[in-house]
């Protein structure tokens, strides 16, 4: 029986949400822009921070690297596809975010799927921060830990949920370094501390602060100088480091244990050679230019501060993630498009994403716009919050 009713239907329900998502055709450009169709836009929704996508450091690495080894791995690592790039690229992060070893995987999110699903056996405790990544979300699903959530960056209900477990198991903390979202940190110094009072595991998803935080740009645990206390840290190359790719940092022996236990490195076909040549290309730009963290954050600061000055209601972020709170679903949608019109390109954070009530637009800058950008596109917020207020039928409520 055909039950393709059922999916018209749920299709049809996330409408009348106004949750609906589709996929929108686009070319990403340099310099922070975006076309869509033959219009452009300035890009302020890209988590390409260092605006490392477009630099023709990483692209003569990927197109030397094709000529010489074409464009698919053929397998998995562990069959024949482990290139030899891979020993280069894993020994560098390892150089990167002060650990013995590390090893890629094709994502972030598949790191993290492994690494969860891998360490958390029966009878293990998890215990995750209520607003971690769907990619550790569902890493816990897929491991056989017993899950404790704690309340977001809450360190005292975290250890009262430790306190609480079972002797017998590993406990596993896991959290966000940098929270995709709202842009706040997590306490990794208080985590660290945790960690060495209670025995645990500590697992940090460092996606969002590689390439942005620290001298090197070596993630939160460089910035807090606190390198070296942390088991498992994961990371991606999607980020920060303009490229495709996802990893995991630690101790010899977890790396070993992860070649031997982690099913989505095992079973899943290895990155091809032309993304390893970029993401070895674009660790060395990250570590040698500082100058594109100041610019990150210079252009960063300008949003944040004339936002604020313009009574738009701003999250409590520390990095380049700037979520400016709207609330209702709706609103956030109007916000956006009304942007959308005057040439910015910024995305509704609707539920399930982020929680009921909480919808956001989330806007970042990066590192390949200029100030002339931040000015235009400070301009276009003024006129669109204008517009609002001379409206009074259309009120943003929290946005303004
Ligand atoms: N962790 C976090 C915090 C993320 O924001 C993301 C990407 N949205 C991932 C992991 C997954 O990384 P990737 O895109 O490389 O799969």
């Not at 091809?272 to 674009?282: G, K, V």
Request: hydrophobic residues 45%; contains cysteine.
């Amino acid at each position: 029986m055909n039950d393709h009713h059922f999916f018209r239907q749920v299709i049809n329900n996330l409408h009348a949400q106004g949750l609906n998502r589709f996929l929108q055709p686009v070319v990403q450009l340099p310099e922070g822009r975006i076309a869509s169709g033959d219009k452009l836009f300035l890009n302020l929704s890209s988590n390409d921070y260092l605006g490392l996508s477009q630099q023709p450091e990483l692209k003569e690495a990927a197109i030397e690297a094709t000529r010489r080894w074409g464009v698919g791995a053929g397998a998995s690592r562990l069959i024949c596809g482990n290139h030899e790039l891979y020993e280069q690229l894993e020994e560098r992060i390892a150089r990167f975010k002060g650990t013995a070893a590390a090893v890629v995987f094709a994502s972030g999110y598949m790191a993290n799927t492994g690494v969860i699903s891998a360490i958390a056996a029966k009878g293990d405790c998890i215990f995750s921060d209520e607003l971690n990544h769907a990619s550790i979300i569902d890493g816990i699903r897929m491991s056989r830990g017993q899950l404790f959530v704690y309340r977001h960056n809450d360190m005292d209900h975290l250890e009262e949920l430790l306190s609480l477990r079972p002797a017998s198991g590993k406990a596993i903390v896991i959290t966000d370094c940098v929270f995709s979202m709202d842009g706040d940190l997590a306490p990794l110094e208080r985590l660290v501390a945790i960690r060495k009072k209670y025995g645990c595991l500590l697992i940090v998803d460092d996606a969002h602060a590689t390439g942005v935080l620290g001298r090197s740009g070596g993630g939160l645990a460089e910035h807090l100088n606190i390198v070296g206390e942390i088991d498992a840290t994961v990371g991606t190359f999607s980020k920060a480091l303009g490229s495709l790719g996802g990893f995991v940092a630690g101790s010899n022996d977890l790396i070993d244990f992860l070649v031997n236990r982690a099913r989505s490195l095992i079973f899943s076909t290895a990155l091809p050679p032309s993304i390893l040549a970029a993401n070895i290309a674009a660790i060395d730009l990250t570590v040698n230019s500082p100058r594109l963290r100041e610019k990150l954050f210079d252009n960063t600061h300008t949003l944040l501060y004339n936002l604020r000055k313009m009574g738009f209601q701003i999250g409590p972020t520390e990095t380049p993630i700037i979520p400016l709170m709207v609330g209702e679903t709706a609103k956030a949608v109007l916000l956006a498009a009304q942007l959308l019109k005057e040439g910015l390109l910024v995305k509704p954070i609707r539920p399930p994403t982020v929680p009921n009530g909480g919808a956001r637009i989330r806007i970042t800058a990066s590192a390949a716009h200029s100030p002339e950008d931040m000015e235009s596109a400070l301009a276009a917020f003024i006129k669109v919050a204008e517009a609002v207020k001379s409206r009074q039928n259309v009120s943003l409520g929290a946005a303004l």
